[in-house]
C-alpha cells in the first residue's frame, strides 16, 4: 500500500466476502429446497442463478479475497477494509452445516489478513444454532486468528439474538471485548410476505426494516441492561434508527408506564440513550451527507464511521461525497480511520 496524499487512512467497515464452500452449498440447497426461508430462496436465488452481469459480478468478487478485491479498493480509494461474512451467512444453516461454513469462512478470512494485514481486518462468523459450539468458534476466531469482532446476519432462522438461548454468545462478546455487528438480511417467514410481493424485500427496503427492528429489540428486551459492556455496530446510518428515536423514546416511555407488554418493561435509560452508549453506527450504502451529519449529530460522532458496503454498493462517487463531510480534519480522520481502529482494535 502507497502512502496516501491524506492525513487518514480510509477503512472501510462493512465489507462482504463468501468462501466458495458456501455458495456450493447453498447451490445444493436450492436445488433440493431443503432450506425453506423465503428470502433465501429468493434472494440467493438470484445472485447465484440470475444471468445477468451485476449479480454474477458481485459473486465474484464476493469470492475474492486477493488481487481483484484489492484492485477495485485501489481504484476507489480503500486503504483497509474490515471483512464480513456476507448474508444470510450461516444463519439460514442448520447447526452442523453453519459451524461447518463459519470455521471455513473464519480460516479463510484470517488466511487474507495474514498475507494483506495493511488492506484486510475481519470479523469471525460462527453458526448461532448451536451457542456452546458458536462460543468456541467465537474464542477461537478471536484469540487463534485475530479476528476483530462476530458478524450476525440478523435473524437466526426467525430468532432474535435477545432471546436466552443466544445468552452465551452475548457473554462471550464482552468478555473478548468485541463488538457484534448487526447486518441485514431479509425479513423473516413470518414477516416476508407483503415485502417480497411489492419486490422490496432485499437492500432496497426489506433489510432496513428487519434490522433497525432486531436492533431495536435488543434494546427494548433488556438485553443491554443485562450486558451493558455490549458493543454493537450496525450499518446503514444505523437502519433508520436515529431518525425515529424521538418517537420511541416518547411511546415507549408511555407503554412501559401503563404495563402494556410484558416484552417493554422498564429500562435503565431512554432507547435513544443505548445509541450514545452501546452503539456505533457505520455509512454502509448510505453516501449522503445530510443524514450523515443528522446521525452524527443525534448519537455523537465519535459513534459514527465509514463503510462502504463492497461489494453490494461499489461506488467511486461515494467515497468523494463523504471526503467532503463539512467537517474538520481531525474528524474527518475519526470518522474514516480512529473510530474504526478503535472499535474492532485494529493493529495494523
Ligand atoms: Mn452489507
Not at 477503512?11 to 428470502?39: K, N, Q, V, W
Not at 445477468?52 to 484492485?71: K, T, Y
Not at 461474512?85 to 459451524?99: N, S, W
Amino acid at each position: 500500500m502507497t502512502t496516501p496524499d491524506r492525513p487518514y487512512l480510509r477503512i472501510a467497515t462493512e465489507e462482504a466476502f463468501a468462501p466458495p464452500e458456501m455458495f456450493a452449498l447453498y447451490s445444493e440447497h436450492l436445488r433440493d429446497g431443503t432450506i425453506d426461508d423465503i428470502g433465501f430462496n429468493s434472494l440467493v436465488g438470484y445472485f447465484l442463478g440470475s444471468p445477468h452481469p451485476q449479480p454474477r459480478w458481485v459473486v465474484d468478487r464476493l469470492e475474492d479475497l486477493g488481487a481483484a478485491r484489492i484492485a477495485d479498493m485501489d481504484a476507489a480509494g480503500i486503504d483497509h477494509q474490515v471483512l464480513a461474512l456476507t448474508a444470510p451467512g450461516t444463519q439460514v444453516l442448520d447447526a452442523k452445516e453453519g459451524a461447518r461454513i463459519a470455521r471455513i469462512a473464519n480460516d479463510r478470512a484470517a488466511e487474507a489478513c495474514d498475507l494483506h494485514p495493511d488492506r484486510f481486518s475481519a470479523l469471525a462468523a460462527v453458526s448461532f444454532e448451536d451457542a456452546g459450539t458458536a462460543v468456541a468458534e467465537l474464542e477461537r476466531g478471536v484469540t487463534q486468528l485475530g479476528l476483530k469482532g462476530l458478524i450476525a446476519n440478523s435473524h437466526v432462522r426467525g430468532a432474535y439474538l435477545s432471546e436466552d438461548r443466544f445468552t452465551p454468545i452475548v457473554e462471550a462478546l464482552v468478555d473478548l471485548d468485541v463488538p457484534l455487528y448487526l447486518h441485514p438480511t431479509t425479513p423473516p417467514n413470518d414477516m416476508i410476505a407483503p415485502f417480497l410481493d411489492a419486490g422490496l424485500d432485499g437492500a432496497v427496503f426489506g433489510f432496513g426494516v428487519e434490522t433497525g427492528f432486531h436492533l431495536l429489540r435488543l434494546i427494548t428486551s433488556g438485553l443491554l441492561d443485562r450486558f451493558p459492556g455490549l458493543k454493537v455496530v450496525v450499518g446503514h446510518l444505523g437502519e433508520a434508527l436515529p431518525f425515529w428515536i424521538r418517537r420511541i423514546d416518547h411511546m415507549h416511555a408511555k407503554q412501559v408506564a401503563a404495563a402494556r407488554y410484558a416484552a417493554t418493561g422498564p429500562l435503565r435509560q431512554k432507547p435513544s440513550e443505548y445509541l450514545r452508549t452501546n452503539v456505533w453506527i457505520t455509512t454502509s450504502g448510505m453516501p449522503w451527507t445530510d443524514p450523515i451529519m443528522f446521525v452524527r449529530h443525534v448519537v455523537g460522532a465519535d459513534r459514527v464511521m465509514y463503510a462502504m458496503d463492497y461489494p453490494y454498493q461499489y461506488d467511486l462517487a461515494e467515497v468523494a461525497e463523504q471526503d467532503a463531510l463539512p467537517i474538520s480534519d481531525a474528524d474527518k480522520a475519526d470518522f474514516f480511520e480512529n473510530t474504526a481502529r478503535r472499535v474492532f482494535d485494529l493493529t495494523f
